[in-house]
């Protein structure tokens, strides 16, 4: 018996030793990305990754923190690799720096957000530019002010599953437009529950319109400014036109690209227009475009309930700056209409009347004023010779000089004179 257990040792230590490293190969092939994978040097694996998550890739990994939060550590092997992270074959130790053997050191921090907050400086080493946005942003501000539900980093970007949101040109990617809104919900839940209903919302929650626009695409990314500041007010028209004056996208859903410009012409968008210009500090009480379309809950012009297409709708829009507004006060606004025989055609045919009249009064003074040009510079420019004959002949002829009375007299003494001789 001895005898077989002295041969079956170092049989099973080979076995042993054999199925560590195939655990360790196949980990690390779950961590590294399918193409271009490479494993990590033989001498970095007692603290590469795939030493790392032969603990961490089990589901029962959890943390507690002094103020009672639990929070589960797992690290899917699978999802670190599709990472951005992972894709960029980071090392854990990278963001771990403190983590060299195990066992590990105590976890620093009284909850989950503490812990987190110490590892934002260590994102701003490699996210420079997005720190800079983010300290400057309505978020960065309530942190600097010691909000502990600001958010951070990895409320937004979980280190280990986040993967990348831009393609190779430098767009968003579909599935990273389609995530945004569930991101936001975390913290704005009840924004979120309305957005979800809006005809924008419905775009990307429901069908991943790339058409439709996202939170980011309005608020900004990193350097999201203060909704409910002035410049955000007076800035919004162009915020909407980004879109709304898009030819190419408009003409999908049949709609004008003229938005902007009528609005800008009436005498909402006109006195918005001179608050930005002269006193961009200055508050203005004049109607942008979401106090009558919505904030977050925008639909559709022909919404029966809400769209401004429908008369009723839209004097309870009105009625919102102009208590006293009666039934027909949305008639002497022309919205966003461009006048047609079928909308608004008294104004139509005066400004089709216009549009031959005004050219036809100031082509024929152009006319006139190039003919009267043309005839002067012709005279200028003939020969002086010419000009004095064909003067001469048209000039009348010169009256006879006037006779000199004192000389007639006295050649009539003369004459007088003579005779008497």
Not at 97 to 122: D, M, R, W
Not at 132 to 144: C, M, N, P, Y
Not at 337 to 357: A, C, D, G, Q, T
């Amino acid at each position: 018996m001895s005898d077989k257990i002295k041969f079956l040792k170092p049989v099973l230590m080979v076995t042993a030793a054999a199925t560590l490293v195939l655990t360790l190969l196949f980990v690390a092939s779950q961590v590294l990305p399918a193409e271009g994978m490479r494993l990590l040097p033989e001498q970095d694996l007692q603290t590469g990754n795939a030493e790392c998550l032969l603990c961490h890739g089990q589901s029962d990994q959890v943390v507690s923190f002094p103020n009672g939060d639990t929070v589960s550590i797992r690290v899917s092997p699978s999802e670190f690799g599709k990472s951005a992270h992972g894709l960029e074959l980071m090392a854990c130790t990278d963001c771990h720096t403190n983590i060299q053997g195990y066992p590990h050191p105590e976890v620093v921090g009284k909850s989950q957000k503490g812990y987190s907050a110490s590892y934002v400086e260590l994102c701003q080493d490699c996210h420079e530019e997005q720190a800079s946005q983010l300290s400057d942003s309505i978020h960065g501000q309530v942190l600097a002010a010691g909000n502990e539900n600001a958010p951070l980093c990895m409320d937004c970007h979980d280190p280990h599953t986040q993967q990348p949101v831009r393609n190779a040109q430098g767009n968003l990617t579909r599935s990273a437009r389609h995530e945004i809104p569930n991101t936001c919900a975390r913290c704005h839940s009840q924004i979120f529950d309305q957005y979800a209903l809006s005809v924008h919302g419905v775009g990307i929650v429901e069908e991943n319109n790339p058409d439709a626009p996202t939170c980011t695409d309005c608020h900004g990314v990193h350097q999201i400014t203060d909704p409910k500041s002035t410049h955000f007010r007076l800035q919004s028209p162009e915020l909407c036109a980004d879109c709304h004056t898009n030819k190419a996208v408009m003409a999908k859903y049949g709609l004008s690209t003229d938005v902007l410009n009528t609005y800008v012409s009436d005498f909402h968008g006109t006195t918005v227009t001179l608050f930005e210009k002269v006193t961009p500090d200055q508050p203005t009480n004049t109607a942008v475009c979401f106090d009558c379309h919505g904030v977050h809950d925008i639909s559709r012009t022909d919404d029966p309930e809400k769209g401004l297409q429908i008369k009723e709708n839209l004097l309870l829009t009105c009625k919102k700056c102009h208590p006293d507004a009666t039934t027909n006060f949305p008639d002497s606004w022309m919205s966003h209409y461009i006048p047609s025989k079928e909308h608004y055609p008294l104004v139509y045919y005066v400004n089709l009347f216009y549009k031959f009249f005004i050219p036809t009064v100031l082509g024929g003074m152009a006319i006139f004023v190039v003919s009267d040009f043309s005839r002067r510079m012709i005279e200028r420019r003939k020969k002086p010779g010419q000009a004095s004959e064909e003067d001469a002949s048209a000039s009348p002829a010169a009256p006879e000089a006037p006779k000199d009375v004192k000389g007639e007299g006295k050649d009539e003494d003369a004459k007088q004179e003579v005779q008497d001789e």
